[in-house]
């Protein structure tokens, strides 16, 4: 189960963290990430981190968003941590793993979103 925190209302060029909490998840293989879904568009990857801790972005968050992951106990917690906000950042954010970068469609688990939205 994967269950994300800290969307809201921010102004543009604020900050945001979002947080995920992925119990009972191992990241063993492939990716997990962060993607995002605006009204009337299609979700798109954000942000992810493989399992020897490399990252990717998307063209369009590079250098402002941060992904990062950590272990606790049998529990698999991501972050993106996101500056420099933008009106075009706002959306549903999902984290997401078992997954190839590339490939949205190929991520086998999804959380149910967190709303940012920047205005």
């Known amino acids: 189960q994967l269950v994300e925190s800290g969307g809201g209302l921010v102004q543009p060029g604020g900050s945001l963290r979002l947080s995920c909490a992925a119990s009972?998840?191992?990241?063993?293989?492939?990716?997990v990430g962060w993607f995002r879904q605006a009204p009337g568009k299609e979700r798109e990857g954000v942000a992810a981190i493989d399992t020897d801790g490399a990252t990717s972005y998307a063209d369009s968050v590079k250098g402002r968003f941060s992904i990062a992951q950590d272990n606790a106990g049998n529990t698999l917690y991501l972050y993106l941590d996101m500056n420099n906000l933008k009106p075009e950042d706002s959306g549903m954010y999902y984290c997401?793993?078992?997954?190839?970068?590339?490939?949205?469609?190929?991520?086998?688990?999804w959380g149910q979103g967190t709303q940012v939205t920047v205005s």
């Open positions: 997401a793993a078992d997954g190839i970068w590339s490939r949205v469609a190929t991520f086998g688990y």
């Open positions: 009972g998840y191992t990241h063993s293989r492939y990716w």
